[in-house]
């Protein structure tokens, strides 16, 4: 059996806790913020924030805004670059030092909103030239296009049936002036 005295393992359990500390043990310092849109004055919730290290060697650490456009970072103190990206708005960066004492910022990000190229937009209405197609090959279909929209499409030829044919049973077609005038009581 291994017998260790009370004072060597005590002596062990302090040198463990001396190595356990890091050698550059800098106190954290907590950095925080409120970002704005600088045209409209509303917070930005969903920007995206960096916190780089100025010197190389650290890791840069990221997080972003909340429902009320707030951010909080936790990180050594020093001297860090900031970094602010939101879609639509020109991104922004600018130099942070964390000393001791928690440092709360408000920023504003882009007064003017980024601008694009142009954007065509291209559509065909293939859905309601259909129907209007097969309103007027059906003799059974009626009303799929409102009469609003039916003036705006170009007429077809529609073949005529011949006069002999059995399937074109020939009656006599009234004008709708002329039906108007043999109901109306004045004609009478």
Do not use: H, W
């Not at 209405?125 to 279909?141: E, M, V």
């Amino acid at each position: 059996m291994i017998r260790i005295s009370v004072s060597r393992l005590a002596l062990l359990l302090a040198a463990c806790a001396l190595f356990a500390q890091p050698a550059s043990a800098q106190p954290a310092s907590t950095l925080s913020g409120l970002i704005y849109d600088g045209a409209t004055q509303s917070v930005l919730r969903g920007a995206a924030v960096a916190l780089t290290p100025a010197t190389s060697g650290g890791s840069t650490l990221r997080t972003v805004t909340d429902a009320n456009g707030e951010f909080t970072l936790t990180a050594p103190a020093g001297n860090y670059a900031l970094a602010l990206d939101y879609l639509g708005l020109p991104p922004k960066s600018q130099t942070v030092t964390l000393g001791a004492a928690p440092v709360r910022l408000t920023l504003t990000l882009g007064d003017t909103a980024v601008t694009l190229a142009a954007v065509t937009v291209e559509a065909t209405r293939t859905g309601q030239a259909r129907a209007l197609n097969q309103q007027r090959a059906s003799q059974n279909l009626t009303n799929i296009v409102s009469a609003d929209f039916s003036g705006q499409f170009p007429t077809r030829p529609s073949p005529t049936p011949s006069s002999g044919s059995p399937a074109s049973p020939s009656k006599p077609t009234a004008t709708p002036a002329a039906s108007r005038a043999a109901t109306s009581p004045s004609a009478a």
